[in-house]
């Protein structure tokens, strides 16, 4: 199996994409958390599953970006 450099490239940019939308998740359930906490509650829902939330929003964009963008960048040029 030969590696495709437009694979390659779209790598990087989903891994790119997918470093800026794990960044921008994490802000949002930060906010929600720190609201709820602000408005007398507990935590609510994201300080419940916090961990088991912030694991998934880490694993599927940081891995499954690049794995999209490699396989649309070699589908997309050959």
Do not use: C, T
């Amino acid at each position: 199996m030969s590696i495709s450099f437009a694979g390659l490239i779209g790598a990087v940019l989903g891994g790119y994409l997918g470093w800026l939308d794990w960044k921008i998740l994490k802000g949002v359930l930060q906010a929600a958390e720190e609201k709820n906490r602000r408005e007398g509650g507990d935590g609510g829902f994201v300080a419940k599953y916090g961990a088991l939330l912030r694991g998934l929003i880490f694993a599927v964009p940081i891995f499954g970006f690049p794995i999209i963008g490699y396989l649309a960048g070699s589908q997309l040029v050959g």
